[in-house]
């Protein structure tokens, strides 16, 4: 999906996509700025961001159902999920709202006048609690009188379930009952925000490194607030410090590695101050992956999205909560995670993901092989000014998590050398796949910044993340192949 007549397209060829064709970058900016002649070509998007069309015909069979004239309506997975964006839009926007079961399963629908319908959809981006395409296509499949799935999707649903924690509770080693799952990896982040934020009311948290963006976003909208320590400072640590002895935390968050800087702060320094101040201490591992580094030797908790490497397919959306459970925290942890954890990963979610993540270590462990390779020729070549990459870039900090045989991670960016036109030019004749997210059995590349952080280039640029930051996401294929297609795309700029 590299050709510009590829716009709009599922990224992989599929109903439930969750990448979508971006193939050039002045197609980034359309998408940004939402010009018709970008936004009308497209089939689908990332979920959060991008309403799947079963979910929006979903929307419009609630509202025919519950909305008056000038109302609109936003279904989610769960009466709470339902509440807490109700709670959300009183609180950010001073707009009343109500909500209506919606009849099958437990699907409840947010009803608000028409033209606030996109303060509900800025809760379901930011709080990741959707319903997901699969779930809207068989809710809107069930016979009217149908309130429930049928009992064999039900059955091979659980199992699925179950099978899926205890695949992650032997990779991390912990036991399956600190394993929770969620319907995305921003839910999960999310609900570990509502229960420490419920441990330590009014209390801010900390955000170390640059993170994915939405990542900064739960801590900023749904708490009192954030100290961000994003640029990679060798002073971190004692920056944390002065701020922990002065004011109490509701929670550290970091990455291992950072996306898209790929960087590790110095986790045990980190740890030990966290613990000495009885703040919990959140690693989201989606990046490195469970098969690469273990978040637990530091982390009372650990955050991944499932629809990344754990599926690698793209077409599943899933989330994780892990809990460390030889954390001094872990009695409260636990306690709170069961409260919040609605089992909001979809039954028929679940077993498409089971199934994904059967060789889910084997890619992996080859991905890492394949884009060493990527980096070493990256890193030689003429055009490229900097390559961020864990093997070296903070390879001190990400070796002391890294597992024994484990790799540094199938994710890169580079910055080239030249303005934003040589990074537009490399990037339109790149032939790979081009569009959002990571951790695909397929290579992905786009310009991260522009995709993430449009609405506030130059507050990422004042942390280090440039405009012209091309993200790569190494795939499956042979590395030479790749290799050569890189080559071709540097060759015109």
């Not at 007549?5 to 700025?33: M, R």
């Not at 009343?96 to 981006?125: C, M």
């Not at 959306?317 to 925290?329: D, E, K, T």
Request: glycine content about 6%.
């Amino acid at each position: 999906m590299s050709r510009p007549q590829d716009l709009g397209g599922p990224i992989p060829d599929s109903h439930h996509a969750v990448s979508v064709a971006l193939p050039l970058w002045q197609h980034v900016i359309g998408y940004e700025e939402q010009d018709p002649q970008v936004i009308e070509q497209l089939q689908c998007g990332y979920p959060r961001f991008f309403l799947h069309p079963d979910v929006v015909k979903l929307n419009a069979l609630a509202a025919t159902r519950f909305a008056k004239q000038d109302e609109g309506c936003v279904v989610f997975p769960s009466p709470a999920a339902a509440q807490r964006c109700m709670l959300y839009i009183k609180k950010r926007f001073d707009v009343s709202s109500r909500s209506q079961s919606f009849g099958w399963e437990q699907l409840t629908a947010v009803i608000l006048a028409a033209d606030q319908q996109s303060s509900a959809l800025k809760f379901w981006r930011f709080g990741g609690e959707i319903v997901s395409s699969r779930m809207a296509a068989s809710a809107l499949a069930a016979n009217s009188d149908a309130s429930q799935v049928c009992p064999s999707i039900a059955k091979q649903g659980t199992a699925a379930k179950l099978i899926i924690r205890q695949r992650l509770a032997e990779l991390s080693g912990q036991p399956i009952e600190d394993v929770f799952l969620f319907s995305c990896g921003m839910s999960a982040i999310f609900a570990v925000q509502r229960v420490a934020s419920s441990r330590f009311p009014g209390r801010k948290s900390a955000q170390l490194e640059f993170p994915y963006v939405d990542a900064l976003k739960v801590q900023e909208e749904f708490g009192p607030g954030v100290h961000e320590y994003l640029g990679g400072s060798k002073n971190l640590t004692e920056e944390l410090r002065r701020r922990l002895e002065t004011e109490p935390l509701s929670a550290v968050y970091t990455e291992v590695p950072s996306n898209p800087l790929l960087r590790t702060a110095d986790l045990a320094a980190v740890a030990e101050l966290t613990r000495s101040h009885r703040v919990p201490l959140i690693i989201d591992d989606t990046v490195g992956s469970v098969v690469n580094v273990d978040a637990f030797l530091f982390a009372d908790v650990v955050t991944t999205s499932l629809t990344k490497y754990f599926s690698g397919v793209g077409d599943v959306m899933g989330g994780a909560v892990i809990l460390n459970h030889r954390s001094a925290s872990a009695d409260y942890l636990r306690q709170g995670l069961k409260k919040e954890s609605g089992d909001d990963l979809w039954l028929e979610d679940a077993i498409v993901l089971e199934k994904n993540s059967r060789d889910f270590v084997q890619r992996v462990l080859q991905i890492n092989r394949t884009t060493e390779q990527v980096v070493d020729y990256l890193a030689a070549h003429p055009l490229v000014a900097e390559v961020c990459y864990p093997r070296d870039h903070f390879r001190t900090e990400f070796d002391a998590i890294r597992r024994e045989g484990g790799g540094f991670g199938g994710m890169l960016s580079i910055l080239l050398k030249g303005s934003e036109q040589s990074a537009a030019k490399f990037y339109d004749a790149l032939q790979i796949s081009k569009g959002p997210s990571l951790g695909a059995n397929y290579s992905l590349a786009c310009p991260y910044t522009l995709l993430a952080h449009y609405d506030e280039l130059p507050w990422a640029e004042s942390w280090g993340v440039q405009r012209e930051l091309i993200r790569i996401s190494v795939g499956l294929e042979n590395a030479d192949e790749l290799i050569r297609r890189l080559q071709d795309a540097f060759d015109a700029v």
